[in-house]
């Protein structure tokens, strides 16, 4: 599945940079924000990889070292494609003395550039890294041209390298999501069930760690979460309860998140906070059968 899922959007991410190219001239892997940020090379990387891991995912193979490393692979294949796609349609109008980019023309390699030679595959990229002014602009106002040898090689590799950590990305963004059973050998699932206010934390952990080491009170766990959600109330910082879980080996645990209120004022997970309980897989039937949000 891995490999039909990753040829899939191995294609697609070549084809549509491509296309968009032929329609409106736009160089998609070489759209950047703030001058230096690669997002157009990012987005395409992220779809090259995106099928290829969807794919390891869905079959519940575990996304090691290796994978990632047949993930640059694969950015490196779909970068050097889609230059080789543009060479290969980048014909020179001899009327409009422009560049276009259809097969009508007189194609590219039948012509010859002072300190380059022949429009070669790669002689005519290496013209176009040295020679493709950079325009910086601010609200729409043009401040600055360069077009520099050195700085074009600099931009150029960065562009290069957001294709391949797009496609890293994609790859740890769908591995961050789900945890793995390596008794089972497959991915654990995962669901968000209840939030109880931050205020509330102490108490509640406290009652639930000793709920977990002494199974005979298992009929207690929903009044002790009952007795902490509030309901109703709009809540302001707060932890998430995930409850993740492997059907297979019947196994539990409750993975907690801090929400807390930020230096700007916004609620946002606190990332350093981590707080895993393992519980008992029939204490947590319950949340398992039911669908809840
Ligand atoms: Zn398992």
């Known amino acids: 599945m891995s490999i039909i899922l990753g040829l899939l959007s191995l294609i697609v991410s070549i084809a549509l940079p491509v296309i968009i190219m032929v329609f409106t001239d736009f160089q998609v892997i070489h759209f950047s924000l703030f001058f230096i940020v690669p997002v157009g090379a990012i987005a395409v990387g992220y779809v090259c990889g995106f099928g290829f ?11 090691k070292g290796a994978h990632f490393f047949i993930g640059v692979l694969m950015a490196i294949i779909c970068l050097v494609s889609i230059k080789y796609a543009t060479y290969y349609l980048t014909c020179f109008d001899e009327q409009t003395q422009d560049i276009v980019y259809t097969l009508d023309g007189d194609h590219i390699s039948n012509y010859e550039i002072d300190g380059y030679g022949t429009m070669t ?90 709920l977990v080491k002494d199974m005979n009170m298992d009929v207690f766990l929903e009044e002790i979460i009952q007795k902490h959600v509030n309901k109703g109330e709009k ?59």
Request: net charge positive; aromatic share 16%.
């Open 121 to 210: 595959f790669f002689n005519y990229n290496k013209y176009l890294i040295e020679n493709t002014p950079i325009t910086f602009s601010r609200r729409s106002r043009t401040l600055a041209e360069v077009s520099n040898p050195t700085f074009g090689w600099i931009i150029a590799i960065i562009d290069y390298l957001g294709i391949i950590a797009g496609c890293l990305l994609s790859g740890s963004s769908i591995k961050g999501k789900s945890e793995y059973c390596d008794t089972c050998n497959k991915y654990k699932k995962s669901k968000k069930i209840f939030k109880i206010p931050k205020a509330n934390g102490k108490a509640f952990f406290d009652e639930l760690e000793t």
């Open 235 to 293: 809540l302001d910082e707060y932890y998430e309860c995930h409850l993740v879980y492997c059907e297979s080996c019947r196994t539990a645990s409750f993975k907690f998140k801090l929400f807390e209120r930020t230096s700007k004022n916004k609620i946002e997970e606190n990332s350093s906070f981590n707080y895993n309980i393992k519980v008992n897989y029939d204490l947590v039937r319950s949340y398992i059968d039911q669908n809840v949000a």
């Open 53 to 63: 891991f969807k794919g390891l995912f869905l079959s519940h193979k575990k996304i």
